[in-house]
Structure formats: C-alpha cells, structure tokens
C-alpha cells in the first residue's frame, strides 16, 4: 500500500471515530434535554389544578385538536424513518423527498400549535392568568421549540443532501437529526398522556 | 452507532402500527367516556409507557445486542435521576398539599 493511500485510511478511520463520538455526545444531549421535560411535568402535575378561578383544563382543551397534532407528529416519525432507510440504501433523491414530506408534517403540526395557543390567549386564558395555565404554555411550548428548532435542522439537512451528497458527516448529522425527531415524538406522548386526556376528563 | 442495524421498512411500519393502537386506545376511552374513576388513568399509563418502549425498540432502535453500551447506561442514568427527581417533586407537594387542606 502506497504512503498516501495509507493516509487516507487513517483519515477516513479518525472521521468515524470523531463521528461516533458526537453521536455518543448527542445521545447525552438527549438525555438530559428528557430531565429538563420531566422536570416540566412534574411542575405542570403541581399546578394543573391552580386555575386560580380562572379557565380550567376542561375549557380550554380540545382532544379532537390534540387528536390531529398527534396524528402529525406520528406519520412524521414514520416519514423519517423512510427517509432513513432511502439514506441506507444510499438514495438520495428519496431521502430528499421523505424529508420534504416530514418538514410539510412538522409545519403543519407547528401551524396547529400556534392557532390552539392564540386561541387560548385570545379567549383570556394566556400563560399569566394562572399557575395552571403558565405551566402549561411551559411545558407544551418549549416541545414547540424543539419541534421549531427540529424543522430547522429538517431544511439545513435537506441543503446538504442535494449539495454534498449522502457522505459520511451528512449520514451522520441525518442520522443525529433522526434521534431528535424521535426523541420529540415521544415527549409529545407524554403531553398527550399527562396533560390533554386526563384534562378533559 | 450502528447505522444499518435492520432498518427495514417492516420495522418502522411495525412501530407505526403499534404506535397508532397505542394511542388509539386512551383517545377512545377519554373521548367516548368509556371507562370512569381512577382505572382510565391506570390505562392512560401503561398505554404511554408501552408507546415510549415501542418508540424506543422500533424508531430509536435500541436493542440489548447492537446499541452501544455506554448509551444504554446512560439512557438507565436519566431514568434514574427522573424516578428521584419527578418521584421525590410529586411526593413532596402532595403532602404539603394534603397538610394544607
């Protein structure tokens, strides 16, 4: 083997350890971004009755609209889990499109998030009404923000599929992206469980 | 990571599927009033904690065999941490709140 071949090796070696270690760091991001969550559900348990005579859970909640919300960011997982596996079979023209699809999701679940919140604060229930209500636009809107920040990252990865190709770094931030897409998926059950079904009942 | 761990088209449908049912399920009950008292929240429960596990097998992929193991340690950590934290935050105030009444 040639001296610079040999190099290139090396190379190609070192980027794919440097790569699995930011795979490792963003796996410890994860998990404490799900501490900061739990620790915004147990605020939200503590204050969901202290509506201070003012709108309680029952009126200002809609399950047929937490219903569709759910329903977006459930067919997204699944949209990035097709674009996932069109990037493992190294088609990059079908990771473009699966993403496109799972970018129109996000947005759209975006867009029903924000008509529910102005709603709410157009009928006078806006976080400073109550301990309820502040925790709640706590808790409900910094998963909004991650999913904004999610929507982001889905439009970076996008320009990098078309301009660099699927190489090694763009796999592995799609890849990254993937785990935080998931990983949003899943709080969101836990809004459902914790805050919209047991407060409409 | 591994990255091309069976990422088949078959896994992600099977957690898809499982995920719908799984939430169906507690929509149902809430929305049709099906259930009253305390055995709708015992479903809601256990409905979400099978949908985190099935998020986490069929669309995260972790698995005993290939998932790295200082991931699974950590992954072990943050439950951890959110059993003491959340557990000892619920603990406390619903005492306080019981004392107050």
């Given at each position: 083997?040639s001296?610079?071949?040999?190099?290139e090796?090396?190379?190609e070696?070192?980027?794919?350890?440097?790569?699995?270690?930011?795979?490792?760091?963003?796996?410890?991001?994860?998990?404490?971004?799900?501490?900061?969550?739990?620790?915004?559900?147990?605020?939200?348990?503590?204050?969901?009755?202290?509506?201070?005579?003012?709108?309680?859970?029952?009126?200002?909640?809609?399950?047929?609209?937490?219903?569709?919300?759910?329903?977006?960011?459930?067919?997204?997982?699944l949209?990035?889990?097709?674009?996932?596996?069109?990037?493992?079979?190294?088609?990059s023209?079908?990771?473009?499109?699966?993403?496109?699809?799972?970018?129109?999701?996000?947005?759209?679940?975006?867009?029903?998030?924000?008509?529910?919140?102005?709603?709410?604060?157009?009928?006078?229930?806006?976080?400073e009404?109550?301990g309820?209500?502040?925790?709640?636009?706590?808790?409900?809107?910094?998963?909004?923000?991650?999913?904004?920040?999610?929507?982001?990252?889905?439009?970076?990865?996008?320009?990098?599929?078309?301009?660099?190709?699927?190489?090694?770094?763009?796999?592995?931030?799609?890849?990254?992206?993937?785990?935080?897409?998931?990983?949003?998926?899943?709080?969101?059950?836990?809004?459902?469980?914790?805050?919209?079904?047991?407060?409409?009942? | 990571?591994?990255h091309?761990?069976?990422?088949?088209?078959?896994?992600?449908?099977?957690?898809?599927?499982?995920?719908?049912?799984?939430?169906?399920?507690?929509?149902?009950?809430?929305?049709g009033?099906?259930?009253?008292?305390?055995?709708?929240?015992?479903?809601?429960?256990?409905?979400?904690?099978?949908?985190?596990?099935?998020?986490?097998?069929?669309?995260?992929?972790?698995?005993?065999?290939?998932?790295?193991?200082?991931?699974?340690?950590?992954?072990?950590?943050?439950?951890?941490?959110?059993?003491?934290?959340?557990?000892?935050?619920?603990?406390?105030?619903?005492?306080?709140?019981?004392?107050?009444?």
């Amino acid at each position: 083997m040639s001296d610079t071949a040999m190099n290139e090796d090396l190379l190609e070696h070192e980027e794919r350890k440097s790569l699995e270690s930011r795979e490792f760091g963003f796996w410890v991001y994860l998990m404490t971004d799900a501490i900061i969550f739990a620790l915004l559900f147990a605020s939200y348990v503590v204050l969901s009755k202290n509506s201070a005579a003012g709108p309680t859970s029952k009126d200002v909640f809609d399950l047929s609209h937490t219903a569709g919300e759910t329903a977006l960011l459930l067919f997204s997982s699944l949209t990035f889990g097709l674009a996932t596996i069109a990037m493992s079979l190294g088609r990059s023209g079908r990771v473009v499109q699966w993403l496109i699809v799972t970018l129109v999701l996000g947005l759209g679940f975006l867009a029903m998030e924000m008509i529910e919140f102005s709603g709410m604060i157009g009928q006078g229930a806006g976080p400073e009404t109550s301990g309820f209500l502040s925790a709640f636009f706590t808790l409900v809107g910094t998963h909004g923000l991650h999913v904004a920040f999610g929507v982001i990252g889905i439009c970076v990865m996008i320009g990098q599929v078309l301009a660099k190709g699927l190489t090694i770094p763009v796999r592995s931030r799609l890849f990254r992206l993937g785990l935080f897409w998931h990983f949003l998926d899943i709080v969101w059950i836990g809004i459902f469980s914790v805050v919209y079904l047991p407060g409409v009942m | 990571m591994d990255h091309s761990a069976e990422r088949t088209l078959s896994t992600y449908l099977t957690g898809f599927v499982l995920a719908v049912v799984l939430t169906a399920i507690p929509f149902a009950l809430v929305w049709g009033g099906l259930l009253t008292g305390p055995a709708v929240y015992y479903v809601i429960a256990v409905a979400a904690v099978l949908q985190v596990v099935v998020h986490l097998v069929f669309f995260l992929h972790l698995n005993l065999r290939s998932t790295p193991a200082e991931n699974l340690f950590f992954l072990g950590f943050a439950a951890v941490l959110i059993f003491i934290m959340v557990g000892g935050s619920l603990w406390i105030m619903m005492d306080l709140h019981h004392r107050m009444m």
